[in-house]
């Protein structure tokens, strides 16, 4: 694993067990009633390990597009880049998109069940992007795009997932038949 994949999921990790520490995000008594009793989830394990998975790869993919994103940025105010013209657009959709990517990871590790279709199709797009790596012969970074993509793809539309986001819809169809 590389450096900058150990770093997210140190602080993917980092911030699903602050949050469990935290008993002030539900109340006085730490989410308990006074006999005990368990009124919420702790904040760990309401997420399925599916989900902050999903949500550690999907941060990866906005981390990345952000750090892209500023490498042109930089390139262009060291007068380095070639097309300054094509450089600075570039530069403003990387960035936005590592923006509304990483925003997608923050929906889906809250639980929000609007975020699974923005990373699903967040991972179509780096399977295509993947696919034209492969054909300008750059294996190295296709093979990990792909990986990435499938991985996350497999972890945001596993049952887990679905039964947490969308905890009245399992078995809906076979009611109906």
């Known amino acids: 694993m590389t450096s900058l994949a150990r770093v997210v999921v140190v602080v993917a990790w980092g911030l699903a067990m602050n949050r469990a520490r935290t008993p002030s995000v539900y109340g006085p008594c730490g989410g308990r009633s006074v006999a005990g009793r368990a009124d919420k989830l702790d904040g760990v394990s309401q997420r399925p390990l599916t989900i902050v998975l999903a949500t550690g790869l999907q941060s990866l993919i906005a981390l990345a597009l ?46 929000h069940s609007w975020a699974r279709t923005p990373v699903v199709l967040t991972q179509i797009f780096v399977c295509v992007i993947a696919y034209y790596m492969w054909t300008s012969q750059q294996y190295a970074i296709s093979v990990a795009l792909a990986v990435v993509a499938a991985a996350a793809l497999v972890l945001a539309l596993a ?19």
């Open 66 to 111: 952000l750090l892209a994103g500023g490498y042109v940025l930089i390139e262009v105010l060291l007068g380095r880049a070639t097309d300054v013209g094509y450089a600075l657009p570039l530069t403003v959709f990387a960035l936005g998109a590592g923006a509304a990517v990483g925003y997608t990871a923050w929906g889906l590790f809250m639980l």
């Open 159 to 177: 049952p887990s997932t679905t039964a947490r986001l969308f905890p009245g819809e399992s078995g809906r169809h076979d009611r109906q038949s």
